[in-house]
T-cell receptor, first 110, second 114 residues
Framework: RKEVEQDPGPFNVPEGATVAFNCTYSNSASQSFFWYRQDCRKEPKLLMSVYSSGNEDGRFTAQLNRASQYISLLIRDSKLSDSATYLCVVFAGNNRKLIWGLGTSLAVNP | DTEVTQTPKHLVMGMTNKKSLKCEQHMGHRAMYWYKQKAKKPPELMFVYSYEKLSINESVPSRFSPECPNSSLLNLHLHALQPEDSALYLC?????????????FGSGTQLSVL
């Protein structure tokens, strides 16, 4: 089993749609969780950290389920500019490294 | 608008060349990273410097040689690379290596080895 798993997609959705991505992780000692966004041929940029109680930033909501070892990202009212690859990233304190998922590709269509 | 600056943006080199990639940040971050990224793959960690000391080396071949001259600068020296080393090389920094530290990436150097 991969340490961090994501559905690679692609997800093709119309503008205004709501879309959700899930990510599972295998190391129960994982302590910090992040969603990064990467546009084609650009560097990854932090979208949001994921907190135990769940957190929201505008149209984006992140949730963490420690019992089932997954995190999710919900995007409401999708915009064309949301088209990108969304990378799930997990920090496991025992090896002090970030573990990256393969990413989920999102295309928002007019 | 990134606060981590990488040069050059593009580099083409032959297998016998020696070149260097440079990275600079002035955010006072004490952890700096080199990542390698192939198309449609996530970034792959190569090296981590913490307080200017090499903290993590992910078994990277010796043809890649990192250097951290001071807390703001990170170099990656390249020598006798192979065509399969062609990739996007990303520098990143964070305040330190710790639980909730966020990485700030530079825009990368697209490297082609002929």
């Amino acid at each position: 089993r991969k340490e961090v798993e994501q559905d690679p997609g692609p997800f093709n959705v119309p503008e205004g749609a709501t879309v959700a991505f899930n990510c599972t992780y295998s190391n129960s000692a994982s302590q910090s969780f992040f969603w990064y966004r990467q546009d084609c041929r650009k560097e990854p940029k932090l979208l949001m950290s994921v907190y135990s109680s769940g957190n929201e930033d505008g149209r984006f909501t992140a949730q963490l389920n420690r019992a089932s070892q997954y995190i999710s990202l919900l995007i409401r009212d999708s915009k064309l500019s949301d088209s990108a690859t969304y990378l799930c990233v997990v920090f496991a304190g025992n090896n002090r490294k970030l573990i990256w998922g393969l990413g989920t590709s999102l295309a928002v269509n007019p | 608008d990134t606060e981590v600056t990488q040069t050059p943006k593009h580099l083409v080199m032959g297998m016998t060349n020696k070149k260097s990639l440079k990275c600079e940040q002035h955010m006072g971050h004490r952890a700096m990273y080199w990542y390698k990224q192939k198309a449609k793959k996530p970034p792959e960690l190569m090296f981590v410097y913490s307080y200017e000391k090499l903290s993590i080396n992910e078994s990277v071949p010796s043809r890649f040689s990192p250097e951290c001259p001071n807390s703001s600068l990170l170099n990656l020296h390249l020598h006798a690379l192979q065509p399969e080393d062609s990739a996007l090389y990303l520098c990143a920094s964070s305040f330190r290596i710790a639980l909730n530290e966020k990485l700030f990436f530079g825009s990368g150097t697209q490297l082609s080895v002929l």
